[in-house]
Protein backbone atom coordinates (compact mmCIF):
# COMPACT_ATOMS: atom_id res chain seq x y z
CA UNK A 1 0.00 0.00 0.00
CA UNK A 2 1.42 3.51 -0.91
CA UNK A 3 0.80 6.26 1.70
CA UNK A 4 1.37 9.62 0.86
CA UNK A 5 1.63 12.39 3.23
CA UNK A 6 2.10 16.00 3.39
CA UNK A 7 3.15 19.06 5.77
CA UNK A 8 4.38 22.44 6.11
CA UNK A 9 1.05 24.47 5.56
CA UNK A 10 0.09 27.11 8.08
CA UNK A 11 -1.12 30.73 8.53
CA UNK A 12 1.25 33.68 7.46
CA UNK A 13 0.63 37.14 6.15
CA UNK A 14 0.67 38.60 2.21
CA UNK A 15 3.87 38.17 1.18
CA UNK A 16 5.50 35.89 3.14
CA UNK A 17 6.85 31.96 2.09
CA UNK A 18 6.17 28.72 2.58
CA UNK A 19 7.45 25.26 1.75
CA UNK A 20 5.13 22.56 1.75
CA UNK A 21 6.85 19.07 1.53
CA UNK A 22 5.22 15.79 0.86
CA UNK A 23 6.92 12.26 1.07
CA UNK A 24 5.22 8.93 -0.72
CA UNK A 25 6.40 5.48 0.52
CA UNK A 26 5.14 1.98 -0.43
CA UNK A 27 5.48 -0.26 -3.26
CA UNK A 28 6.13 2.51 -5.33
CA UNK A 29 6.65 1.76 -9.15
CA UNK A 30 9.75 3.35 -10.51
CA UNK A 31 8.24 5.55 -13.47
CA UNK A 32 5.56 8.24 -11.89
CA UNK A 33 4.29 11.76 -11.65
CA UNK A 34 4.41 13.72 -8.33
CA UNK A 35 2.51 17.31 -8.03
CA UNK A 36 0.73 19.43 -5.72
CA UNK A 37 -3.01 20.81 -6.40
CA UNK A 38 -4.54 23.51 -4.48
CA UNK A 39 -8.45 23.36 -4.01
CA UNK A 40 -10.82 26.15 -2.06
CA UNK A 41 -13.62 25.38 -0.43
CA UNK A 42 -16.46 24.48 -3.17
CA UNK A 43 -14.14 24.80 -5.74
CA UNK A 44 -12.43 22.36 -7.99
CA UNK A 45 -8.78 20.75 -7.37
CA UNK A 46 -6.26 22.25 -9.46
CA UNK A 47 -3.32 21.54 -10.29
CA UNK A 48 -0.27 23.70 -8.72
CA UNK A 49 2.84 21.81 -10.05
CA UNK A 50 4.01 18.75 -11.14
CA UNK A 51 7.75 16.96 -11.27
CA UNK A 52 8.30 13.40 -13.25
CA UNK A 53 10.49 10.54 -11.16
CA UNK A 54 13.82 12.08 -13.19
CA UNK A 55 13.43 15.39 -11.68
CA UNK A 56 11.45 17.26 -14.56
CA UNK A 57 9.47 20.09 -13.12
CA UNK A 58 6.48 21.89 -14.49
CA UNK A 59 5.08 25.08 -12.65
CA UNK A 60 1.37 25.82 -14.25
CA UNK A 61 1.78 29.87 -15.91
CA UNK A 62 -0.04 31.58 -13.15
CA UNK A 63 2.23 30.74 -10.13
CA UNK A 64 5.56 31.03 -11.97
CA UNK A 65 8.27 32.74 -10.62
CA UNK A 66 7.15 32.33 -7.26
CA UNK A 67 6.64 28.80 -7.19
CA UNK A 68 9.08 26.23 -7.61
CA UNK A 69 8.39 22.34 -7.19
CA UNK A 70 11.51 20.05 -6.27
CA UNK A 71 12.24 16.59 -5.51
CA UNK A 72 14.41 14.35 -3.65
CA UNK A 73 17.03 12.43 -6.08
CA UNK A 74 15.88 9.00 -6.48
CA UNK A 75 13.20 9.19 -3.55
CA UNK A 76 9.59 9.89 -3.48
CA UNK A 77 9.91 13.22 -2.03
CA UNK A 78 8.73 16.30 -3.52
CA UNK A 79 9.11 20.00 -1.91
CA UNK A 80 7.09 23.13 -3.02
CA UNK A 81 8.40 26.32 -2.33
CA UNK A 82 5.95 29.36 -2.32
CA UNK A 83 6.96 32.78 -2.47
CA UNK A 84 5.56 36.29 -2.37
CA UNK A 85 2.32 34.36 -0.87
CA UNK A 86 -1.07 36.27 -1.89
CA UNK A 87 -4.36 35.66 -0.14
CA UNK A 88 -6.03 33.77 -3.41
CA UNK A 89 -3.28 31.35 -2.30
CA UNK A 90 -5.01 30.04 0.40
CA UNK A 91 -6.62 26.85 0.45
CA UNK A 92 -5.83 23.35 0.72
CA UNK A 93 -2.69 21.85 -0.66
CA UNK A 94 -2.71 18.21 -1.84
CA UNK A 95 0.09 16.03 -2.95
CA UNK A 96 -0.58 13.22 -5.70
CA UNK A 97 1.29 10.55 -6.86
CA UNK A 98 0.68 9.16 -10.41
CA UNK A 99 2.33 6.00 -11.09
CA UNK A 100 3.03 4.67 -14.70
CA UNK A 101 3.39 1.19 -15.55
CA UNK A 102 1.36 -1.74 -16.35
CA UNK A 103 -1.22 -1.56 -13.23
CA UNK A 104 -0.49 2.31 -12.83
CA UNK A 105 -1.70 3.59 -9.00
CA UNK A 106 -3.44 6.73 -8.05
CA UNK A 107 -2.32 8.47 -4.73
CA UNK A 108 -3.27 11.37 -2.98
CA UNK A 109 -2.10 12.90 0.81
CA UNK A 110 -4.88 13.97 3.25
CA UNK A 111 -4.22 17.90 2.44
CA UNK A 112 -2.55 20.72 4.61
CA UNK A 113 -3.89 24.38 4.94
CA UNK A 114 -2.23 27.38 3.38
CA UNK A 115 -3.58 30.44 4.68
CA UNK A 116 -2.77 34.32 3.80
CA UNK A 117 -4.41 36.46 5.21
CA UNK A 118 -2.66 40.01 6.92
Known amino acids: QVQVVESGGGSVQPGASLRLSCSASGNIFSIYYMGWYHQIPGGQREEVAT???????NVIASKKGRFTISKDDGRPTIYLQMNSLKPEDTGVYYCRLEEVGPHPGDYWGQGTQVTVSS
Open 51 to 57: ITSRGTP
